[in-house]
Every structure is written in C-alpha cells, then in structure tokens.
C-alpha cells in the first residue's frame, strides 16, 4: 500500500479519491457530499457522522482514519460521538497504510487523499 498527496494505491490499483477500506477488505469511493454541507463551518469537508453508518452494520474491531497527507481533515464532534464507540486510530494518511499492512482484526479504514 502507497500513498501521495492525491491518491492512494491498494492491492495494485490507484485510486485519485477519497477511499473507504470495509472490512471485508473491498474499497470505495468516500461519499463526501454527504458532509458537504459542512465545508462552510470547516474550510474543507469534513467527515460527518452521516459517513459513519457503515461501522453499524460492519462491526469493526477497530477503526482507521486517515486524516490526509498532512493531515489536515477535520473530524466533526457528531462523528467524534460515534468514534468513541470503537477502538479508533486517527493519523496522517501515510502513517495509517503502514499500520494497515500489519493489521489482522476485521477493520474499517477511512483515507483522505489529499491536505
């Protein structure tokens, strides 16, 4: 796994968005518009609560959340809430795929591309 400001490659394929990581270990788009509404209170999107409804019906043992390359996402206080319901490490994106590389439990891992 890889990661530039910009994109992030997993398992040989590059991807020039924001990513969620499931625990099944499939990949997908980040739906940002959901959170979008929030730009304006944050300078950049944030992620919201309304993006966490997949810890759910996923179940991690423990979540990802890769703040961007430099680490500059923020993290609304709704989606705070819902974090502390779980085991949550919350870094600069290049710091979380290291530790993705040596991680077994079942996990959810939200990656920000960019800032």
């Not at 999107?45 to 993006?51: G, V």
């Not at 709704?78 to 949550?88: G, P």
Request: hydrophobic share 35%; net charge negative.
């Amino acid at each position: 796994m890889k990661t530039r400001y910009g994109w992030v490659m997993i398992d040989g394929v590059r991807y020039d968005h924001d990513v969620i990581m499931h625990c099944d270990r499939t990949v997908t788009r980040r739906e940002k518009k959901i959170s979008k509404k929030l730009k304006r209170i944050y300078g950049h999107t944030p992620l919201s609560e309304a993006e966490l409804d997949i810890l759910a019906s996923e179940q991690p043992a423990v979540v990802y959340i890769g703040t961007g390359q430099d680490g500059d996402l923020p993290v609304a206080p709704d989606a705070e809430l819902v974090l502390e319901q779980y085991e949550t490490i919350m870094r600069k994106t290049p710091e979380i795929m290291d530790l993705l590389a040596e991680e077994n439990r079942p996990f959810i891992a939200v990656l920000h591309v960019k800032c």
